[in-house]
């Protein structure tokens, strides 16, 4: 600070440093001053309209009356009023019904994407695609049938089905030959599917059967997928699904989604939404 101001009739504090740095005393900048004055205006305003200050068993609750929860409930009374009349309708329906409707399946695809995200993304994937190790839900191939009353039985029910480990049963020779003819497509051919007793869950053209939630061998599609797909292939013929006297067993269990757990009409829409994912048949 200079005792002595080098700059008379200048409107600086007398604050000087290195002989010319000094410290004006202008007043602020118009657009400035009211913005502050707006601001202060703002807040006063804002904590009379909404509830605000803290009080001594309970708080200011605003000239309003506005609370979160209020308008939560709000707009939940009018989603319901929406919704109202179609999930009315719902609880008398049957899925192939839904399907028929144009109008209720477009309802229920779009309600039942929350559902799906909360119960099967999980696995299956935010679009049916299939996690790895999980099936896809968007393609054609199901192991236990893709018609709609049937979808509705895996959802309530749950799978669990069953391949016996064949390690025991087989030569390597015999499982790397089971393999590669199915990893070509071509195992129905093999005399091998048919020596072995194959046929008998797979069907003797080799592409499954639904009663049993046999695998279709014959066209590509692989529950198991993998980057080294042969590898995959022999690791489930040798040592199977869910066979529980196997350690290296592959797990493969779709949960029951029935009773306490989803509603019946909460199924009856997660069924037509995988069902119209593209894969129902």
């Known amino acids: 600070m200079s005792d002595h101001n080098p700059f008379p009739g200048e409107n600086n504090t007398g604050h000087i440093w290195d002989e010319s740095l000094r410290e004006l005393n202008n007043p602020p900048p118009t657009w400035w001053r009211i913005g ?11 904590t009379l309209i909404y509830p605000s200050w803290p ?13 979160s ?13 929406i919704r109202g009349p179609f999930e009315k309708r719902l609880k008398d329906m049957t899925p192939a019904a839904i399907l028929a409707d144009n109008e209720m399946k477009e309802y229920v695809v ?4 929350v559902l799906f995200g909360d119960n099967c993304a ?11 190790g ?13 018609d709609i009353d049937t979808i509705v039985t895996t959802i309530t029910g749950g799978r669990q089905g069953m391949m016996p480990a064949h390690a025991a049963m087989l030569t390597n020779q015999e499982v790397d030959k089971l393999a590669h003819a199915i ?21 003797p053209d080799a592409k499954g059967m639904h009663a049993l939630g046999s695998a279709n061998l014959s066209d590509k599609i692989w529950r198991f997928a ?3 797909q042969l590898a995959s292939i022999k690791q489930t013929i040798m040592h199977g699904v869910n066979d529980t006297s196997d350690k290296q067993t592959r797990n493969a269990v779709m949960p029951t989604f029935g009773g306490s757990k989803l509603s019946d009409t909460d199924i009856k829409k997660l069924a037509v939404y995988v069902y119209s994912l593209g894969g129902g048949q």
């Open 183 to 203: 990893l070509n497509g071509t195992v129905a051919s093999e005399s091998l599917f048919q020596e072995k007793g194959c046929f008998g869950c797979h069907g």
């Open 226 to 228: 993998a980057k080294d």
């Open 134 to 146: 999980f099936p896809v839900l968007a393609d054609d191939d199901w192991l236990y049938g893709g």
């Open 36 to 46: 502050f004055h707006a601001s202060w205006i703002f807040v006063v305003l804002y």
């Open 55 to 67: 009080l001594v068993h309970s708080h200011f609750k605003g000239l309003i009356g506005w609370t």
């Open 122 to 132: 999980a696995c299956h994937g935010a679009g049916g695609q299939g996690n790895p």
């Open 69 to 81: 929860i209020g308008e939560y409930k709000q707009d939940i009374n009018k989603l319901d009023d």
């Open 110 to 113: 779009h309600s039942a994407k």
